[in-house]
């Protein structure tokens, strides 16, 4: 065995960063009880929460914890592992925060952990305070305007930036956070405005030019936003003058665009692409999306605890008053924080058994293409998650047709939903597949509608469109993921 604690913090950092910390897992393990060093009992710890493994990753950092009570980092990694696991996770961040109370990081930690404890008000007006205190912290900013969103709905998540701004006028990096942020919860109306704002504090500024074109065009305003995208040259601009030429109908300018800058690695495009050949007939649509094998429907219940035990326990999480302030969510809301990282026994049988169903539907994927997005990507390697989370949809709720551009495969799970009577019969409710955002007002229809029913699982490529129908009254509560890009 390596006994060098400095070379084994190495190879814990290469397997990290390699997707291979099973290989060295163990031989870390042997050296933390060995050598005894807080260090590397911190490397066991985030080896193991990066496999997913979160009750072993809390006793390793405890472990780290009891040899170092006073280094910030490891108190800092405990709490953040108990917080995605589930935990209480308050007084450990408080510790850490006592530790390096000039660290933001874990400050908003510790407001989330605030947040995942019930204590949203609390949690909001602390950091508040602090935000008030530190016009200039960024991110402070941006955590504020999250956790606002939650508890009183997207038209309070600007506030803190709108103060900042008249205490820190100068400072061009908060005009610009604020604009991004209004963007990024398609508060396009208010992002104009603070634009037009920052325009008359800075000048002229090719960032504000693209944001301004960004708002006016997503708010219908075709004709004043085309010469601003006309004097764009960026290549990080692409996704929106591509937004802007469909909904303009000028698809034989959108073609060769995003025919020039397509890539298997790169998946913001491909969405639009399929857009555009489904607009001009280019079967290149289908070999996209509608080759047999990328979606699959797959029944769970017989690997499932009780699905109304299951129910109960996402209920309790959903702790949110209103919808997050840049997804997908209407008329319902969203958990916060990896629901595949906690610790209760049906989260973890429920992922289990996700996991078997996604290794199923890889194994049943088209062959390998490497000209593709989701087939070029390796299938040998471990199923790890993007993303997870919960959903919860009342009368009139829906998702609004999106992409997940940082996924590889995507889902809905149904855990509980409102019978055919409540949700107003037809495919009110059902799966849609193929179909763009409204706000392109492109007349497409989907290309598959799926019903969704208690214990059923749906995967499809992370880059196909997809929404649900508005449902008249009920509950439907789902579980979603990302399956990550293979590493």
Known sequence: MIADPAALEDLARNALETGNEEAVLDRLKRAAVEIGTARLWQWVGLLQRSLDRHEAAIDAFARAARLAPGDAGIAHGRAYVALEA???????FETAWRLNP???????????????????DTAADQLALVVKNNPGWIDGHRALAQVRALLSGKAAAGLSFAEAVTARSDQLAL??????????????????????RAR?????????DLHEAIALSEQGQIEPAEPLFAAIDDPAATVWRVRHLLRSDR??????????RLDPADPALWPYGAIAWRLTGDPRWEWLDGQPGLVSVADLTGDLPPLDRLADILRGLHLARAEHLDQSVRGGTQTDGPLFSRTEPELRALRAAIVRAVERHVAHLPAPDPRHPTLAKARDRRIRFAGSWSVRLAGQGHHANHVHPQGWLSSAFYVALPDEAERGGGEAGW?????????????????????????????????MWHGTMPFAHGERLTVAFDVAQPR
Do not use: H
């Open 251 to 260: 698809i034989t300018e959108v073609l060769p665009l995003i025919d020039a």
């Open 200 to 208: 008359r504090q800075f000048g002229a500024s090719p960032w504000f």
């Open 431 to 463: 799966l849609t597949l193929g179909q763009p955002q409204a706000g392109l007002g492109l007349d497409l229809a989907p290309v598959r509608t799926i019903e969704p029913k208690p214990g059923q699982l749906v995967l499809f490529p992370s880059t």
């Open 102 to 120: 000039g660290s933001g990081e874990i400050l908003t930690g510790l407001t989330s952990a605030r947040f995942a404890a019930g204590e949203g």
């Open 86 to 92: 589930g935990l209480p996770a308050v007084a450990l």
């Open 175 to 196: 005009w610009e956070a604020w604009i991004a942020m209004l963007v990024a919860g398609e508060l396009y109306r208010e992002a104009l405005d603070v634009v037009r």
